[in-house]
């Protein structure tokens, strides 16, 4: 079956631009997070959607930082006034557990590479 | 705060060798753990788990992880690596009854044929 898909696989921007990622999850994972992976660095979590409970923000790292999941399906990572700090592999992961506890994998797409000029 | 660690950035190894990279978590109480690897080109993908039960667990391609609860660790291990295991090694640590799933910075493991 289909995997975890991103769009667009790559995207240049202007600084002070708006940009938006998208993620197509595993057909019927309720479990959506972003991670965002800059070079030297590890994953940081930014955000995470289980179903229709409100999402966990906790690791957005400012308010130019926005996502949303319709329908508890497709997911949008919005960042407005672009940085150059902002520029990185940005993640997204999908997974079937439904409890608070992650006791299914977590299934990657294969990122967006942002880069802001 | 609380973290997930890997000491080790990069690690070159001839084939043969055995591995052993090292992964230290402060998150108290219960915690389930994942390695994660990223080859060259390709998206990350689990390479084993723990969630309670027996610490030494298996993962694929002769992979193994240690959990040593009073040392806050979980090194993988392989005792012999393979030119094909050249990736990026990702530790995570997922605390019990919280949504939250942390990686550590990841090492980067090249294998010399």
């Known amino acids: 079956g289909a995997g975890v898909s991103q769009s667009p696989s790559n995207k240049v921007t202007e600084k002070g631009k708006d940009v938006e990622l998208r993620c197509d999850p595993i057909?019927?994972?309720?479990?959506l997070y972003w991670y965002r992976q800059s070079l030297g660095q590890g994953l940081e979590f930014l955000i995470y959607f289980q179903g229709n409970s409100a999402p966990d923000k906790s690791g957005l790292p400012s308010d130019r930082f926005s996502a949303e999941r319709t329908g508890g399906s497709v997911s949008t990572l919005t960042i407005q006034r672009t940085q150059q700090e902002d520029s990185a592999v940005y993640l997204c992961?999908?997974?079937?557990?439904?409890?608070?506890?992650?006791?299914?994998?977590?299934?990657f797409g294969n990122g967006t590479r942002l880069t802001v000029t | 705060a609380q973290s997930v660690s890997q000491h080790n950035h990069h690690v070159i190894l001839s084939e043969a060798a055995s591995l052993e990279l090292g992964c230290n978590y402060s998150y108290g109480g219960t915690v389930n753990l994942f390695w994660y690897v990223q080859y060259p080109g390709q998206h990350l993908q689990l390479l084993l788990k723990y969630f309670s039960g027996d610490p030494l667990v298996k993962g694929i391609k002769g992979f193994e992880a240690e959990f040593i609860k009073s040392k806050f660790s979980f090194n993988l291990r392989k005792p012999s690596v393979q030119w094909s295991d050249t990736a990026e090694y990702f530790c995570a640590v997922n605390p019990y009854n919280n949504n939250d799933m942390r990686f550590g910075a990841g090492t980067r493991l090249t294998v010399k044929p």
């Open positions: 992961a999908s997974s079937s557990s439904r409890a608070r506890q992650v006791n299914s994998p977590l299934h």
């Open positions: 057909s019927g994972h309720t479990a």
